[in-house]
């Protein structure tokens, strides 16, 4: 990209943050869609965990459903809180929590269960180095979460339905709230 190229896009960015918000107005459909896409997906998996514990599904299968409406959940949270803190990314993020009447107390404003989903890979490393003994469970469970404070079991993955908890690699996450912010987002942006 030449220099005239590159001041042009620096000029359009910045226009684009200071004028527009990080969202031209004609493209505002664009983002709510993409919110109601992440939403409705997250909201579908919650239901088919629902659906799964009524009719007896494996664990693998309900915890996929948990798994599978919390990484819906985590692109979710990337629209309001993008990991670019600066330019056009951090200004769309602040028009779309204005827009959706988000703020950091949405239980989508951590990341913490987040990057658990995101990085398991590179968190199972960690994990392995530091856990060398003792009993592992690399399989889904469905069970209590209280399994997880064994000293010497290693919990993978694991869902108590009961305290609505996800156990990845021994850290606990309640996913209840989580849930009913993603319906509430989800009701907000199909009444758009």
């Not at 190229?5 to 993409?34: C, D, H, M, N, W």
């Not at 994990?127 to 469970?141: E, I, R, S, T, V």
């Not at 993955?157 to 989800?186: A, N, T």
């Amino acid at each position: 990209m030449s220099e005239t190229e590159q001041a042009r896009e620096r000029a359009r960015r910045t226009a684009l943050v200071k004028e527009a918000g990080g969202i031209l107005p004609i493209y505002s459909v664009f983002y709510e869609r993409s919110v109601l896409y992440s939403a409705s997906r997250a909201h579908d998996a919650f239901m088919r965990y629902e659906h799964g514990l009524d009719s007896g599904a494996t664990a693998d299968e309900i915890v996929s459903s948990v798994h599978e409406a919390l990484s819906h959940a985590a692109s979710l949270s990337r629209f309001f809180w993008p990991a670019r803190l600066q330019g056009v990314a951090s200004a769309r993020g602040e028009r779309l929590r204005r827009h959706f009447g988000i703020d950091e107390s949405s239980p989508l404003y951590g990341r913490e269960l987040r990057n658990a989903l995101e990085h398991f890979d590179e968190r199972l490393d960690e994990y392995l180095l530091w856990n060398d003994a003792g009993y592992f469970f690399p399989d889904a469970a469905v069970d209590s979460h209280e399994l997880a404070d064994e000293a010497i079991g290693h919990i993978f993955k694991l869902v108590d339905p009961c305290r609505q908890i996800f156990v990845v690699l021994g850290q606990k996450f309640y996913f209840d709230p989580i849930r009913r912010e993603v319906d509430r987002i989800l009701e907000f942006a199909r009444n758009r």
